[in-house]
Nanobody
Framework: QVQVVESGGGSVQAGGSLRLSCAASGFTFSSYIMSWYRQAPGKDRELVAAIPTGGGSTRYADSVKGRFTISRDNAKKMVYLQMNSLKPVDTAVYFC???????????WGQGTQVIVSS
């Protein structure tokens, strides 16, 4: 069975850090682009960061550039999002996404809540 499970969310004060983890199983992880999305209350889901299959050129939303870092470990089938200098506007549910370009297959995790207080 396909599983995409996020963890590491929680509550922090502005300026703090969190590291989100995404554990994947049940599919060929190394063939999928991995991304982190987030959705704040009343807001659209937005792409936060994406990392190619080989972990090369990463992409980030302008709002998180310089603060967040996405990484992946294909051997462990894990994706991480290191979030530093957190701001209240980062408060959202963060979702891990796996996307296969050729197969047009997509898997989502259940989300993990991040709350940043000031």
């Amino acid at each position: 069975q396909v599983q995409v499970v996020e963890s590491g969310g929680g509550s922090v004060q502005a300026g703090g850090s969190l590291r989100l983890s995404c554990a994947a199983s049940g599919f060929t992880f190394s063939s999928y682009i991995m991304s982190w999305y987030r959705q704040a209350p009343g807001k659209d889901r937005e792409l936060v960061a994406a990392i190619p299959t080989g972990g090369g050129s990463t992409r980030y939303a302008d709002s998180v550039k310089g603060r967040f870092t996405i990484s992946r470990d294909n051997a462990k089938k894990m994706v991480y999002l290191q979030m530093n200098s957190l701001k209240p506007v980062d408060t959202a549910v963060y979702f891990c996404n796996a996307h296969h370009v050729i197969l047009v297959a997509e898997y989502w995790g259940q989300g993990t809540q991040v709350i940043v207080s000031s």
